[in-house]
């Protein structure tokens, strides 16, 4: 294969390969100060290693090139020339490069990203991550959901978070850096957003079977919407408003629901899953796994294993029509 062909081959193979990664989730496409810090990091680091990797290549293909040639291109075969040339390259400029990219980073970057007092943001929301799904309370106010956190847009939030069981790892990767999450030892790292919209992270460190599908978002929101939906998470869940409902809410209480998830306003008050008092305001169930809608709820409450294998939620014994109350009774929780 001549040269060129070789050559075009890897760079569409590695650039198929570095686009795969684009999505969502993408350091490269910032919505706050923080998320620009590392983007510019991250292009001054290709760019350096470009650079350098592109040297090592054309000294490669020119000893390749010309076999019989010796010494050094340019330097020539002079011994102290070339011990020179040594020095140059493999020391001093290696040397120069990693001091300069050390302080640069920690500087620079870090200090951008390292999270402020919590006096100078706007709230504290605590995430916690448990296998495989994170609780998110609004400390100061009643109100706990999961998986999907709200915040005002263009306001910096105070993000506290902890691991319940493993160590889990928060990240959204457009609005700041990862930090991880802990059993026992909380980290901070605070969130801004500079545009409405829906901002996309993952759990980013292994944490067993689910780890995949352990998903978070982030919502901003306009001031006005932020605050009526938090108003709305901090009440207690809605009467249910149909006698099917009503019914709903008994099998719930009554069947094992009730010792894992708490609904505010009932006498369920288990710990051990999601708080549902609103679930129908979020749009998605498992983490991210499925879409919250009434096929696939009754999916999960039927049979969560199917729909994420391992969850920490068992599949129980419940028959046709208490399933079609609970459901009816869990899409009236908005
Ligand atoms: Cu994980």
Known sequence: MPLWRAAWLSFTLVGTLALSGCGQQSTLDPHSEPARQIETLWWVML??????FGGACYLLVIAWRRPERTGLPVVGDSPRAIEATVA???????????????????????????????????????????????QVRYPGTPAITANEIHIPVNTRV?????????????????????????????NRVEIFADEPGRYLGSCAEF????????????????PERFRAWLDNQARPRPTPPTPLARKGEQVFLSKQCASCHTIRGTSARGEVG????????????????IPNRKGYLAGWVIDPQTMKEGTKMPALDITGPELQALVEYLERLR
């Open 47 to 52: 760019v350096g290693s470009v650079i350098a």
């Open 88 to 134: 140059v390259f493999g020391i001093a400029i290696p040397v120069v490069a990693l001091i300069a990219l050390f302080v640069y980073s920690n500087v620079s970057v870090i200090q951008a990203t390292e999270p402020p007092a919590p006096e100078e943001t706007a709230m504290t929301i605590e995430v916690t991550g448990s296998q495989w799904w994170w």
């Open 158 to 186: 105070n993000i506290v978070t902890e691991a319940e069981d493993v160590i889990h790892s928060f990240w959204i990767p457009q609005l700041n850096r990862k930090v991880d999450s802990l059993p026992g030892k909380p």
């Open 207 to 222: 944490c067993g079977v689910q780890h995949a599908q352990m998903d978070v978002a982030v919502y901003a929101d306009t």
């Open 274 to 289: 999601p708080d549902l008092t609103h679930l129908k305001s979020r749009e998605t169930l498992g983490a991210l796994t």
